[in-house]
């Protein structure tokens, strides 16, 4: 046990979108050994992600110790406040301080590895490698920038965050060769922190594996089957726990051990909800027609529509951006926006299409909405339709529940949040824009997946993972609940470090052995956690245009985007 004067250091280990309903049954079968001895020797909680559970603003939560309406990210996109157009995010749009600026400010020493929304890299006491926002590892996304040549040699293949939906996985020599894809990822990246345990002195080191992530969204359909593919998802779980294994063997005795997953995962329903089609069927959202379409048909895209939920040649791109070239991106989702008639439009679908902004006077370029009662009633009204709405066969609910913004957010950045945020029954059911061209043609609100389109099969859920082993840790306990903005804290605390005062979230003081509590108890501080209204750079572009295209090709593979 440490005493108070002896160093304590904080290895945190992400296994994004781990999931216990998967972890549990596998430990008991034989097949993660190494999780198991965390959870034998350990304690275990069920850690909260944020709504919706989605990287950037569940990653940024983790490092920022505040919730969404403190940090500004609520999704991959951000709305440009003069139009209707949006950006991709990256570490520019953090507005809050991150864990790992802090602890370099107090003398701690950090290694920092693929964790999102690090783009670009901060200089920081220590090592940073750049996250999943990352366009390439020809990026400046290193800091130091000199230990880029270093972990190109050290990890050999180093891949920041590899497309294997790029393209879909229709067949399986595809599915066959992103499967090998995903095990040498993580075998470069296992090399990295290894060599960077071994070489680089460090307080806190946290390190994302992202392929957990990846095969569940591509391959949860083949599980419990009969399939070549059965036990893809379990392959990729060995894998990481034969990292871990390897990777607890080199941490040094005073070492707090933390496992934890930025949000969970289960399967997709069959169903897709066609929300732009809806709001037009409501009433609330209109398409332009006759010039706008007609100008689509002389350029030949209704040729090119049918092929843009894959990958688009750059030829086609370079066609859409000559006749959108206010898009910064050239998604399926960003070209019908254009196509949108916004002074007659009252609601549209926002950063995700299962969020959902009013066009508010005083507030979008093209407002129509009155602040106040006529907002409020629009907003009380589409959260009643939506959760009354049902499939037109089976009956099943669409969707659960539709929050307000400030029912999960606050903050003063709450009014860059979407007005309302909507969830499926279990997230199952795909939310989705429509059809590349509006029209009557394409006038379906609730389909049935076609296997091509809508290929994801696993999707994010809310209850993560987390597990913590060390030292201090108390052995063999499960504890209820934590919510993800609770680590920032309790990293801090596990570093003998003060808590700053204006943090979200708690310090799970339940994980630690009492002695450990009634010898050391937390310490509030006065710091501050603002970014001066955002990182360095903040309100300009986050990326150019062929950083934008490499980020959008990256998300649509996984089916984050239209």
């Given at each position: 046990?440490?005493?108070?004067?002896?160093?304590?250091?904080?290895?945190?280990?992400?296994?994004?979108?781990?999931?216990?309903?998967?972890?549990?049954?596998?430990?008991?079968?034989?097949?993660?050994?190494?999780?198991?001895?965390?959870?034998?020797?350990?304690?275990?909680?069920?850690?909260?992600?944020?709504?919706?559970?989605?990287?950037?603003?569940?990653?940024?939560?983790?490092?920022?110790?505040?919730?969404?309406?403190?940090?500004?990210?609520?999704?991959?996109?951000?709305?440009?406040?003069?139009?209707?157009?949006?950006?991709?995010?990256?570490?520019?749009?953090?507005?809050?301080?991150?864990?790992?600026?802090?602890?370099?400010?107090?003398?701690?020493?950090?290694?920092?590895?693929?964790?999102?929304?690090?783009?670009?890299?901060?200089?920081?006491?220590?090592?940073?490698?750049?996250?999943?926002?990352?366009?390439?590892?020809?990026?400046?996304?290193?800091?130091?920038?000199?230990?880029?040549?270093?972990?190109?040699?050290?990890?050999?293949?180093?891949?920041?965050?590899?497309?294997?939906?790029?393209?879909?996985?229709?067949?399986?020599?595809?599915?066959?060769?992103?499967?090998?894809?995903?095990?040498?990822?993580?075998?470069?990246?296992?090399?990295?922190?290894?060599?960077?345990?071994?070489?680089?002195?460090?307080?806190?080191?946290?390190?994302?594996?992202?392929?957990?992530?990846?095969?569940?969204?591509?391959?949860?359909?083949?599980?419990?089957?009969?399939?070549?593919?059965?036990?893809?998802?379990?392959?990729v779980y060995r894998r990481l726990d034969d990292a871990l294994g390897r990777i607890r063997a080199r941490l040094p005795g005073d070492?707090?051990?933390?496992?934890?997953?930025?949000?969970?995962?289960?399967?997709?329903?069959?169903?897709?909800?066609?929300?732009?089609?809806?709001?037009?069927?409501?009433?609330?959202?209109?398409?332009?027609?006759?010039?706008?379409?007609?100008?689509?048909?002389?350029?030949?895209?209704?040729?090119?529509?049918?092929?843009?939920?894959?990958?688009?040649?750059?030829?086609?791109?370079?066609?859409?951006?000559?006749?959108?070239?206010?898009?910064?991106?050239?998604?399926?989702?960003?070209?019908?926006?254009?196509?949108?008639?916004?002074?007659?439009?009252?609601?549209?679908?926002?950063?995700?299409?299962?969020?959902?902004?009013?066009?508010?006077?005083?507030?979008?370029?093209?407002?129509?909405?009155?602040?106040?009662?006529?907002?409020?009633?629009?907003?009380?009204?589409?959260?009643?339709?939506?959760?009354?709405?049902?499939?037109?066969?089976?009956?099943?609910?669409?969707?659960?529940?539709?929050?307000?913004?400030?029912?999960?957010?606050?903050?003063?950045?709450?009014?860059?949040?979407?007005?309302?945020?909507?969830?499926?029954?279990?997230?199952?059911?795909?939310?989705?824009?429509?059809?590349?061209?509006?029209?009557?043609?394409?006038?379906?609100?609730?389909?049935?997946?076609?296997?091509?389109?809508?290929?994801?099969?696993?999707?994010?859920?809310?209850?993560?993972?987390?597990?913590?082993?060390?030292?201090?840790?108390?052995?063999?306990?499960?504890?209820?609940?934590?919510?993800?903005?609770?680590?920032?804290?309790?990293?801090?605390?596990?570093?003998?470090?003060?808590?700053?005062?204006?943090?979200?979230?708690?310090?799970?003081?339940?994980?630690?052995?009492?002695?450990?509590?009634?010898?050391?108890?937390?310490?509030?501080?006065?710091?501050?956690?603002?970014?001066?209204?955002?990182?360095?750079?903040?309100?300009?572009?986050?990326?150019?245009?062929?950083?934008?295209?490499?980020?959008?090709?990256?998300?649509?593979?996984?089916?984050?985007?239209?």
């Open positions: 046990m440490n005493s108070p004067a002896e160093p304590r250091r904080v290895f945190c280990l992400g296994l994004d979108s781990a999931t216990f309903d998967l972890v549990d049954p596998w430990v008991r079968a034989g097949d993660l050994p190494n999780l198991g001895r965390l959870l034998a020797e350990g304690t275990r909680a069920v850690l909260r992600s944020v709504m919706l559970p989605f990287s950037p603003q569940a990653w940024g939560t983790f490092m920022t110790g505040v919730n969404p309406g403190r940090h500004g990210i609520f999704g991959f996109k951000s709305k440009d406040p003069n139009g209707y157009a949006f950006q991709f995010v990256n570490n520019r749009s953090v507005k809050s301080r991150t864990l790992w600026s802090l602890l370099s400010e107090l003398g701690k020493k950090v290694v920092v590895v693929n964790i999102p929304m690090t783009y670009p890299p901060e200089a920081v006491k220590g090592i940073l490698v750049g996250g999943m926002d990352a366009p390439g590892i020809e990026s400046p996304f290193v800091h130091p920038p000199e230990f880029r040549d270093t972990l190109l040699r050290v990890a050999e293949g180093y891949v920041i965050h590899l497309h294997i939906g790029d393209g879909y996985l229709d067949s399986d020599a595809k599915r066959r060769g992103a499967l090998k894809g995903l095990f040498d990822m993580t075998d470069a990246r296992e090399k990295l922190v290894l060599h960077l345990l071994e070489h680089q002195e460090w307080d806190f080191f946290v390190v994302n594996f992202s392929a957990i992530d990846q095969v569940q969204h591509h391959f949860w359909q083949f599980l419990g089957t009969d399939h070549e593919f059965r036990d893809a998802i379990r392959s070492a707090t051990l933390l496992v934890v997953s930025d949000h969970g995962a289960g399967p997709t329903s069959p169903y897709v909800f066609f929300i732009d089609e809806w709001l037009r069927e409501q009433g609330w959202l209109r398409f332009q027609s006759g010039r706008s379409l007609r100008a689509l048909a002389r350029s030949g895209l209704r040729f090119a529509s049918r092929h843009l939920s894959r990958r688009l040649t750059s030829q086609l791109k370079d066609q859409l951006m000559r006749i959108f070239p206010k898009l910064r991106v050239r998604s399926q989702g960003f070209i019908r926006r254009s196509l949108i008639d916004w002074p007659a439009t009252r609601v549209y679908s926002g950063e995700h299409p299962a969020t959902l902004r009013i066009n508010l006077k005083g507030r979008d370029r093209a407002g129509i909405v009155e602040p106040g009662g006529e907002y409020e009633a629009l907003r009380d009204t589409l959260i009643a339709r939506l959760q009354a709405l049902e499939h037109p066969e089976t009956g099943e609910k669409l969707i659960e529940k539709v929050y307000r913004r400030e029912e999960i957010y606050h903050g003063p950045w709450l009014e860059e949040a979407p007005d309302l945020v909507l969830c499926p029954p279990k997230l199952a059911h795909q939310i989705r824009g429509g059809p590349f061209l509006p029209g009557k043609n394409y006038r379906k609100i609730v389909a049935t997946k076609d296997g091509r389109q809508f290929f994801v099969s696993g999707t994010h859920q809310v209850e993560g993972l987390f597990i913590a082993w060390g030292p201090e840790i108390v052995r063999g306990a499960s504890v209820g609940p934590l919510d993800l903005v609770d680590l920032f804290p309790t990293i801090l605390y596990g570093l003998g470090l003060p808590i700053p005062a204006s943090v979200d979230g708690r310090v799970a003081l339940e994980i630690f052995e009492p002695g450990v509590v009634a010898r050391r108890p937390p310490q509030c501080a006065d710091i501050d956690l603002s970014r001066d209204g955002g990182a360095p750079g903040a309100g300009k572009s986050t990326y150019s245009d062929e950083e934008s295209r490499t980020i959008e090709e990256s998300l649509r593979g996984m089916g984050y985007i239209e």
